[in-house]
């Protein structure tokens, strides 16, 4: 049991740790790196991280509401854009929803939510609800899944032409936006972090926002995997229960 505050070297080396709780592990996402999905449980995963795309920037406005500090809103301001997009770039949203159309999925599908399953939805809004009601340094540290996000965005990069070339390539812009946006908010988010939980207390609280984090990723790919991969949508049963 930890006992004395971990060095800041140490800190990190914890939390980068628990990427092997990161979602990159759950069998939907092992099926999709193995190119073992087919379109529909594709179209599946688009659609429903839709939903989480689209209240990511959402729940940065709340953590921005909530931080006295300038500076760090100067910088955190930069992930709405990221996502929002400005004139002069689309933004991670309508990158998305172009994914989404190379998959095969319209536009105002998407829009809609009307495939976005209610696993899905319950823990994207826990997350927003989460950050929206934290201490804003909790609220920075619940975004650090980024630590392990460049590695599945390069890794989608890499398997999907190949593992899914009816996707047009055109669509995977977002994963190749990501790759850098993904390194450079780390950098800011991990500095906050280190800084400011620096006592045993704050440390293990960082553990369990993270690993927070972590179970809301991993839930949603639940709720995918038994709508998609088992064909046990919510009330699949209906009628026999009827």
């Known amino acids: 049991m930890q006992t004395t505050p971990w060095t800041q070297e140490e800190f990190e080396a914890a939390l980068r740790a628990r990427m092997r709780r990161y979602h990159i592990h759950h069998p939907y996402h092992q099926m999709m790196a193995n190119g073992e999905l087919n379109p529909e449980q594709i179209r599946g995963w688009v659609a429903n991280r839709f939903y989480y795309q689209v209240t990511i920037p959402r729940k940065d406005a709340a953590l921005m509401a909530n931080c006295p500090d300038r500076e760090t809103r100067r910088l955190w301001i930069q992930r709405i854009v990221d996502h929002d997009g400005s004139p002069d770039d ?128 991993w839930t949603m790919l639940d709720a995918m995997y038994m709508a998609y991969v088992l064909d046990m949508p919510p009330y699949f049963n209906e009628e026999e229960i009827a």
């Open 90 to 217: 689309e933004g991670g949203i309508e990158a998305w929803v172009r994914l989404g159309e190379a998959c095969g999925l319209k536009r105002e599908e998407l829009w809609s939510m009307e495939h976005v399953l209610p696993g899905v939805r319950f823990a994207v809004d826990a997350y927003y609800h989460f950050v929206r009601g934290a201490e804003w340094h909790e609220g920075v540290c619940s975004s650090l899944t980024e630590l392990f996000a460049p590695t599945i965005h390069k890794q989608r990069l890499v398997n999907w032409p190949s593992d899914y070339p009816w996707i047009e390539s055109s669509g995977l812009d977002y994963f190749r936006n990501r790759v850098k946006q993904a390194s450079r908010d780390v950098e800011h988010g991990l500095a906050v972090t280190l800084d400011w939980f620096n006592t045993v207390e704050r440390q293990q609280r960082a553990l369990e926002i993270l690993q927070l984090k972590l179970d809301i990723l």
